[in-house]
């Protein structure tokens, strides 16, 4: 069975850092493109960031480009994003997802198929 | 940057039939793809590729895209389905840039 389980959320200081996990079981996690997705309390779903099967390409939303960074770890079957310079309106609920590419003659399409079931990030003096 | 609408809220009685739409200027060259999400969980993919159903999807939950909208119905609600919708989608203009439209909060009653 596919399962991510996301770790490492908790309650913050406005300016101060966090570091997420996500431990990947059940498929070949290097062979998979990675999402983070948040979503604030009450709100709808925010896409964060996605990285590349190996590591080598991130991308990530305008709200958080410079203040978080997307990783991972293959051999740990682990992905990583560190939140820095964190914010009120970072606070939310973040998910991690398995990343799906497919590709047309003319096109190619992302989306995510299986989320873990999210950890907290609190930011609040 | 690039936006999908959805209405706010969609109720229904059960065993009617639930639509729920998805507008976007991509639509027309881009797939669309439909998440549920119930109180306290995580999102589910319900729809991907603008119609196509994972394995456990039950046959009720269809979608459909044509032009700058899209469509996901439920036939014959049921009291489970209560729960908040999302479409997604892509514009890969420069770089891939993903976006989920506010999503829609489906009550059965």
């Known amino acids: 069975e596919v399962q991510m389980l996301e770790s490492g959320g908790g309650l913050v200081q406005p300016g101060g850092s966090l570091r997420l996990s996500c431990v990947a079981s059940?498929?070949?996690?290097?062979?998979?493109?990675m999402s983070w997705v948040r979503q604030a309390p009450g709100k709808g779903l925010e896409w964060v960031s996605s990285?590349?099967?190996?590591?080598?390409?991130?991308d990530y939303a305008d709200s958080v480009k410079g203040r978080l960074t997307t990783s991972r770890d293959n051999s740990k079957n682990t992905l990583y994003l560190q939140l820095s310079g964190l914010r009120a309106e970072d606070t939310a609920v973040y998910y991690c997802?398995?990343?799906?590419?497919?590709?047309?003659?003319?096109?190619?399409?992302?989306?995510?198929?299986?989320w873990g079931k999210g950890t907290t990030v609190t930011v609040s003096s | 940057s690039y936006e999908l609408t959805q209405p706010p809220s969609v109720s229904v009685s059960p065993g009617q039939t639930a639509r729920i739409t998805c507008s976007g200027e991509?639509?027309?060259?881009?797939?669309v793809y439909w998440y549920q999400q119930k109180s306290g969980q995580a999102p589910v993919l319900l729809i991907y590729?603008?119609?196509k159903r994972p394995s456990g999807i039950p046959e009720r939950f269809s979608a459909s895209s044509s032009g700058t909208m899209a469509i996901l119905t439920i036939s014959g609600a049921q009291v489970d389905d209560e729960a908040d919708y999302y479409c997604?989608?892509?514009?890969?203009?420069?770089?891939?840039?993903?976006?989920f439209g506010g999503g829609t909060k489906v009550t059965v009653l």
């Open positions: 997802a398995r990343d799906i590419i497919t590709s047309t003659t003319y096109d190619y399409y992302y989306y995510m198929d299986v």
């Open positions: 059940g498929f070949s996690f290097g062979s998979y493109d």
């Open positions: 990285i590349s099967g190996r590591g080598e390409n991130a």
């Open positions: 991509t639509l027309p060259r881009k797939f």
């Open positions: 590729e603008d119609t």
């Open positions: 997604y989608s892509t514009d890969n203009s420069g770089y891939v840039h993903r976006v």
